[in-house]
């Protein structure tokens, strides 16, 4: 059976200029931290990626320092700091904030006092965009690098996190991203490396992918692959509207990711529409990848003012620039049919 890979938000698929990237980098044998040839040549390739991921990102004159993760990077940036947010960051990043923020109907969060505040600015879930206030203390990046024009630069925040397998970079590779004179106290420390920042060896390999990821993707953005993208999502979403007409669509009427629609039909269950979409073919998700496998209640839907029964039955359709129209359509098509049968059972 041919499969349909609709779950972007989660990861993207490898790249080929990551993996290119990698596999170059496989052969370079020294430790960045070497001053000998092998050394000096693996500190070329971290250096490079930086530099990638710096142009990549509008980050010109701030200093990116590599991580295992995002959820690494939130903890560096977080840790101690008694920062807020709302109850629509990502878990990574309300692990370490309150959940003070208000958050109204359309998924957009009020922030009040932005130093000492942390806001994604676009939601993993939703794909709902949020105006990035002047000032910010930290913003999660991590949704929007790679699929819509950024600049950290322009953000006027001091401080983002972003991650390298969202954006067609391999798993296991993030970076937080400051503003140069911004301090950040290292949670890991022992040999000093990025900038004394975040000890440890580099991963040289997993770097130089997300570095060419980075690059491929701006690429991408600039060639308006993520537009065709846009037009594929809306599509799916005439698709199901004409004939699922209790299917609500979050955050549709505001600004969103390109690739993004969340849906939700009041009394079928997300992770029973998981399943049943799984066994026809098609990989999509119910609310965040990020949580052990659990399929719960959305609790970005519950915080937008959607009861428990609704944020239970939401599921979330990432695209990216490998999806078809046809696939699309195959989609529309099989989620229908068992949307069908669950009417007729609840009838």
């Given at each position: 059976?041919?499969?349909?890979?609709?779950?972007?938000?989660?990861?993207?698929?490898?790249?080929?200029?990551?993996?290119?990237?990698?596999?170059?980098?496989m052969?370079?044998?020294?430790?960045?931290s070497?001053?000998?040839?092998?050394?000096?040549a693996?500190?070329a390739?971290?250096?490079?990626?930086?530099?990638?991921?710096?142009?990549?990102?509008?980050?010109?004159?701030?200093d990116?320092i590599?991580t295992?993760s995002?959820?690494?990077?939130?903890?560096?940036?977080?840790?101690?700091?008694g920062?807020?947010?709302?109850?629509?960051?990502?878990?990574?990043v309300?692990?370490?904030t309150?959940e003070?923020?208000?958050?109204?109907?359309?998924?957009?969060v009020q922030v009040?006092?932005?130093?000492?505040s942390?806001l994604?600015?676009?939601?993993?879930?939703?794909g709902?965009?949020?105006?990035?206030?002047?000032?910010?203390?930290?913003?999660?990046?991590?949704?929007?690098f790679?699929?819509?024009?950024?600049?950290?630069?322009w953000?006027?925040?001091?401080?983002?996190l972003?991650?390298a397998?969202k954006?067609?970079?391999?798993?296991?590779?993030?970076?937080?991203?400051?503003?140069?004179?911004?301090?950040?106290?290292?949670?890991?420390k022992?040999?000093?490396?990025?900038?004394?920042?975040?000890?440890?060896?580099?991963?040289?390999?997993?770097?130089a992918?997300?570095?060419?990821a980075?690059?491929?993707?701006?690429?991408?953005?600039?060639?308006?692959?993520?537009?065709r993208?846009?037009e594929?999502r809306?599509?799916?979403?005439k698709?199901?509207?004409?004939?699922a007409?209790?299917t609500?669509f979050v955050?549709?009427?505001?600004?969103r990711?390109?690739?993004?629609?969340?849906?939700?039909t009041?009394?079928?269950k997300?992770?029973?529409?998981?399943?049943?979409?799984?066994?026809?073919?098609f990989?999509?998700?119910?609310g965040?990848?990020?949580?052990?496998?659990k399929?719960r209640?959305?609790?970005?839907?519950?915080?937008?003012?959607?009861?428990?029964?609704t944020?239970?039955?939401?599921?979330?359709v990432?695209?990216g620039?490998?999806?078809?129209e046809?696939e699309?359509?195959?989609?529309?098509e099989?989620?229908?049919?068992?949307?069908?049968?669950?009417?007729?059972r609840?009838?």
């Open positions: 059976m041919s499969r349909s890979y609709l779950d972007y938000n989660a990861t993207a698929p490898l790249s080929a200029a990551a993996r290119d990237a990698m596999i170059a980098a052969d370079v044998v020294g430790n960045p070497s001053v000998h040839a092998e050394g000096r693996a500190k390739l971290v250096e490079r990626a930086r530099a990638q991921v710096s142009e990549a990102f509008g980050a010109s004159g701030a990116v590599f295992s995002a959820t690494e990077a939130a903890a560096l940036a977080c840790a101690d700091q920062w807020t947010g709302s109850a629509v960051e990502h878990e990574a309300a692990a370490w309150g003070d923020l208000p958050v109204n109907a359309q998924g957009k009040a006092t932005p130093d000492r942390v994604q600015l676009a939601n993993s879930e939703t709902v965009l949020q105006e990035v206030p002047d000032g910010l203390a930290l913003s999660d990046m991590t949704q929007a790679g699929k819509m024009p950024v600049s950290f630069a953000s006027g925040a001091a401080r983002a972003v991650s397998h954006l067609g970079g391999p798993k296991g590779v993030g970076a937080l991203v400051v503003r140069q004179g911004v301090e950040v106290a290292a949670r890991i022992g040999g000093g490396q990025e900038m004394g920042r975040r000890s440890g060896t580099e991963n040289v390999v997993g770097i992918g997300f570095g060419a980075a690059e491929a993707a701006q690429r991408e953005i600039e060639n308006g692959v993520w537009d993208v846009a594929l809306n599509i799916l979403e698709a199901i509207e004409a004939e007409k209790n609500i955050g549709k009427d505001g600004v990711l390109p690739n993004t629609t969340c849906f939700a009041p009394g079928w997300g992770e029973t529409q998981v399943m049943q979409m799984d066994l026809a073919g990989a999509i998700s119910a965040s990848a990020c949580s052990s496998g399929v209640a959305s609790r970005v839907l519950k915080a937008m003012g959607f009861d428990d029964q944020a239970a039955s939401a599921v979330r990432s695209l620039p490998t999806t078809r046809e699309v359509l195959r989609f529309a099989a989620w229908l049919a068992a949307e069908k049968r669950f009417r007729a609840a009838a």
